[in-house]
């Protein structure tokens, strides 16, 4: 077989999955072991949600709600937005390459920065457009720099908003500077997939942002029901956008994309307010006990404002992840994205945080930290 791949998709790197918890545990003959290293939500979701999915099982030789009805309704009500606002996809990433399927043609330019989701750029590179990226600066977006690579060519930009794996969130001012200075052919794509974890006296009021466009740029929000709803597996998110902006994307999007399951999870995980409260609760209370004792092993946390933080343990992160993993906690290593020193964990159960942070003082003592 001889195939002709074009050089845009010849060139693309394959987004790496991470290893199923029980092939590590195989190699490296463990048991028991927790993960904190994908951000996932560890308190799971609604029992609502998985009542309603019970349900919906009996309904499997069905195909699902194209339109996403009630859930759009919903969603729609719980935001106070208009339902020709929203346009539902299996996970917010399927959002994502929407928009580039609908407004990036070969030769297109997209701004990124690094790090952040690499499927941004991977997206794009499928099309044939062509990439800026631009490195944060102080672990926050360089705002600056990406305003100064638009061009009449360019289409989209993304900007995860807190970013990940930072958690940084942009201030509110000079976000909204930095909308006003740009042009009203290309479209902000603000990523909010951590939006729920934002302390209270830093939220922000983004979604009038979607509708203040007159004279700038669009701007679409990205939203998600796999972090703080704890519905990862489904895989279903939505983005919130101008009407014009959503009739262009239902055009690109296949029928049938959000299958009944997670429709149904979805829709009764948005109506148990009290879990979700508890959620939040839980997640910033874990977090300022991680922040507290990593401080007090000589390790540098970083403020985040999403249910994941980083931390400096000023050794090699690699090493020190390996380490970890041997004693059957998996967490994530930064270098590949330039922080050397760098892990980074994602809030779990109070039994999960302090066997982490019991195995955290190992595993420093035998990379020879301080």
């Not at 490195?135 to 100064?148: T, V």
């Given at each position: 077989m001889k195939l002709q791949i074009p050089q845009n998709i010849s060139e693309i790197t394959p987004y790496p999955p991470g290893k199923p918890i029980e092939e590590l545990e195989r190699e490296y003959g463990i048991s028991g072991s927790i993960k904190l290293a994908s951000n996932e939500n560890p308190f799971g979701p609604s029992p609502a949600a998985v009542e309603a999915m019970h349900r919906a099982l009996e309904n499997l030789h069905r195909y699902p709600d194209g339109s996403c009805y009630y859930l759009n309704r919903a969603v729609a009500d719980h935001l106070g937005v208009a339902p020709e606002q929203l346009v539902f996809g299996n996970g917010s990433n399927e959002i994502i390459e929407f928009l580039v399927k609908a407004f990036v043609k070969e030769g297109d330019e997209v701004i990124t920065s690094h790090p952040s989701f690499l499927m941004y750029q991977k997206f794009v590179q499928i099309r044939g457009g062509r990439n800026h990226v631009v490195?944060?600066?102080?672990?926050?977006?360089?705002?600056?720099?990406?305003?100064?690579l638009v061009s009449p060519k360019t289409r989209l930009i993304f900007i995860d908003n807190p970013n990940n794996p930072t958690g940084t969130l942009l201030p509110w001012d000079r976000l909204k500077s930095f909308l006003s200075k740009l042009p009203d052919h290309l479209i902000v794509v603000l990523d909010e997939a951590y939006i729920d974890f934002v302390d209270e006296d830093q939220r922000q009021d983004t979604l009038s942002l979607v509708d203040e466009h007159e004279g700038r740029c669009g701007v679409v929000l990205l939203r998600t029901f796999s972090k703080a709803y704890g519905l990862a597996g489904l895989r279903i998110g939505f983005g919130i956008m101008a009407p014009p902006v959503t009739d262009c994307l239902h055009k690109v999007r296949q029928p049938f994309n959000v299958n009944l399951i997670a429709q149904q999870g979805a829709l009764?995980?948005?109506?148990?307010?009290?879990?979700?409260?508890?959620?939040?609760?839980?997640?910033?209370?874990?977090?300022?006990?991680?922040i507290e004792v990593v401080e007090q092993l000589g390790c540098t946390p970083f403020p985040s404002q999403t249910n994941f933080f980083l931390i400096d343990v000023h050794t090699d992160a690699t090493t020190l992840y390996e380490t970890m993993l041997r004693k059957g906690?998996?967490?994530?290593?930064?270098?590949?994205?330039?922080?050397?020193?760098?892990?980074?964990?994602?809030?779990?159960?109070?039994?999960?945080?302090?066997?982490?942070?019991?195995?955290?003082?190992?595993?420093?003592?035998?990379?020879?930290?301080?």
């Open positions: 490195d944060l600066k102080d672990m926050h977006h360089d705002l600056d720099a990406i305003g100064s009764a995980a948005l109506g148990d307010g009290d879990f979700y409260q508890k959620t939040l609760h839980k997640t910033a209370a874990g977090k300022r006990y991680l906690v998996i967490i994530r290593s930064m270098k590949a994205y330039g922080y050397d020193s760098f892990i980074r964990i994602n809030v779990g159960t109070d039994e999960e945080n302090n066997r982490f942070l019991a195995a955290l003082e190992e595993a420093l003592k035998e990379c020879g930290h301080g």
